[in-house]
């Protein structure tokens, strides 16, 4: 009985097996390599929001494919269009939207604004000033070095315009 070939057939087999396995272990290694790492990701994220305007402000982070966009948008429409943006980038698992809107401008009702636009100009004689929808408008004469403290207290009421119609003396 001559045992030989198929001893020779098992190690023969053996020997594709083994090289079956190195095979899919060397192919999973080279698949895994391909997705692109996160300094990757963040170039291209990087390279997008330097050709749009409205993300000039945004700043991103990313880990593991996870993408953190924080900063301020201006609106709920840019918001969305940054998120949108980054997720087709190649690589980004998901996005976390940190993003912030501005806080809404208040615009003081116009006899909340006469009390106190009043009240203020009482530090400067020779001002006054009317308000209708919202518009302060001053009128009279002010020294050149009374005008900015003067513009700063009537604008921190918040108003929603000031017309300087002054006469520097």
Do not use: H, W
């Amino acid at each position: 009985c001559n045992l030989e070939p198929v001893n020779y057939k098992i190690k023969t087999m053996k020997t594709i097996q083994i090289k079956t396995i190195l095979l899919l272990f060397v192919a999973s290694l080279t698949l895994v390599s391909c997705k692109p790492s996160d300094a990757d990701i963040q170039k291209a994220i990087t390279e997008k929001m330097s050709s749009m305007p409205d993300m000039s402000g945004m700043t991103t982070s990313v880990t593991d494919g996870v993408v953190t966009i924080s900063g301020e948008c201006k609106d709920e429409a840019c918001k969305a269009s940054c998120e949108k943006l980054i997720k087709e980038v190649k690589g980004v698992k998901s996005v976390i939207n940190n993003c912030t809107l501005p806080a809404p401008v208040v615009i003081n009702p116009d006899d909340t604004l006469t009390t106190t636009v009043n009240a203020a100009l009482s530090n400067y004689p020779g001002v006054t000033a009317s308000v209708a929808d919202g518009v302060v408008t001053l009128t009279g004469e002010v020294s050149k070095s009374n005008l900015m403290p003067l513009m700063q207290s009537v604008q921190e009421l918040q108003p929603k315009k000031v017309v300087n119609n002054l006469k520097i003396k």
